[in-house]
């Protein structure tokens, strides 16, 4: 699918930095058999797609961190079985498939001091880019700086369709 | 409110009075009655007439638990069983119960010193109590059935268990009034959580919680989560069952003892000498007007403090401090003292952590290892690796700074620790096996 890139440049709004965030769900895991699969089939049975995931994980726990279509849902069925879910804003940003792609994007980020608290690939590509999902510890900032650099960034309502 | 207003202010001297009389009596009775208490007077080489002062007290011998045990099943009542109306027992998880009896005037006197411990907590008739301490055996249900109906107001005797049915009888019934114990009344309100039903919604005004020891920050959870005033009691089946002593609305701050019916004495667990007051050491109590059951100088195993100080309450009754812990449940660990109840303070002190834990502890070659899990609630939760590692390192600090022992914290998904509808298992100790 391709997407229409959003407009970047002067006159960012400060709603235009509301829509660009996208809600990820995060679920505390203990690292034992069978809990991941649980969360997968938990989301499964309520019909509820999973865009892209990561999973950072300790010898005792893990935190898996999901972008889904449906936010709200999930975040309801995943409760109603027990886990202990959060919310977080995070940016999915268009980086260029090509060797230096990510770097570039990297770079412009580390120069004005903003850190990666962490991130992960998209499941799918969009046309020749790939999709990264970052969490800045300044999303704000972030989001303001790669605009006025030219980086393409999805808005919420795109990844969850993406 | 103060249900006995004569006998819960008496002056001092009047009241030491009155417990030098009781103690005076309960000795001539147990010497001239009961032989277990005759052999050990007599191996003390003391007369019942020897008691003349308070200050004799120490004097006279300890009963313990295993002392109940050794005369099994009867053998200590004071009374024939023509006079015995009531009998309960202990769980007896380990070993044989100990098994206690009840005159009819037992009976009457546990029905006022429970209406005494109803009214400190603001209770009166027109309140319904719904009583979920568990009615049989132990002494929790049958006790507090009685002195709710000695006061006049309503009870539900709804018992323990049934958790969900519970929920529909608060919401129906409207009672204004809990008895249970502190993990039970959050384990309702967990249920009732995911039932959809607000507890703010509900009558409920003050509850009153006892059979297992809990910390002043749990207080503060039930309160803030249930809605209610939280007052602890105390009581143990040896010395009577609930309502020893209670905790009065007005402070909130140490139980008030029932002193013209149990003498308190607080004495340090190794040398066995009395202790001066303010001091923690383990709660010695002597049953002054039982009848059927009497105890004398019993060794509860708790871990508490006596302060004499007045209360803004009126009451002119000793008040003993929170239970600390049982000296029973004392774990030893690598040489240190440690109470479930010191680490319960640790967790809820670290903020977001809900009080729901399991201690581990386990032997690796000579090495003791205590293992702390604690369910990580949304609060605490954090989407970044290092943040809950931060709380895991925080925890285990306070745990080192505040009690001396290094443990190892593991944080567990909700309700992965089991919930018991009683008394929470707080501990696995996987030495002894």
Known sequence: ?162 | MIFNEEFETLPREALEAIQLRRLKALCERLYALVPFYRRKFDEAGLKPGDIRSLKDLPRLPFTTKQDLRDNYPFGLFAVPMEQVVRIHASSGTTGKPTVVGYTQRDIKTWSELIARTLAAAGVQRGDIVHNAYGYGLFTGGLGFHYGIEYLGASVIPVSGGNTRRQIMLLQDFGPTVITCTPSFSLHLYDVAKDMGVDFAKLRLRVGICGAEPWSEAMRQEIERKLGIDALDIYGLSEVMGPGVSVECLEAKNGLHMFEDHFLPEIIDPDTLEPLPPGQLGELVITTLTKEAFPVLRYRTRDISMLNPEPCKCGRTLVRMGRIQGRSDDMLIIRGVNVFPSQIEAVLMEVQGVEPHYQIVVDRVGQMDTLEVRVEVDEAAFSDEVRQLQHLEKKIEHNIKDYLGVSAKVRLVEPRSIPRSEGKAQRVIDNRKK
């Open chain 1, 1 to 162: 699918m391709r997407l229409r890139p959003l407009q970047a440049g002067g006159g960012i709004r400060h709603d235009w930095e509301e829509i660009m965030k996208v809600e990820q769900i995060s679920v505390f895991l203990e690292n034992k058999a069978g809990r991941l699969a649980e969360v997968t089939k938990v989301l499964g049975e309520a019909k509820i797609n999973i865009r892209a995931l990561s999973l950072a994980d300790t010898t005792d726990f893990g935190i898996l961190r999901l972008i889904v279509d449906q936010y709200d849902k999930a975040r309801e069925v995943l409760k109603q079985h027990g886990f202990t879910v959060g919310k977080t804003e995070v940016v999915a940003i268009e980086v260029p498939d090509r060797p230096g792609g990510l770097a570039w994007v990297l770079q412009i980020l580390s120069e004005s001091d903003i850190n990666v608290e962490y991130m992960y690939a998209f499941v799918q590509h969009s046309g020749k880019n790939a999709v990264i999902i970052f969490r800045f510890d300044n999303l704000e900032k972030a989001i303001e700086l790669l605009q006025k650099q030219g980086v393409r960034i999805y808005t919420g309502e795109e990844v969850y369709r993406l």
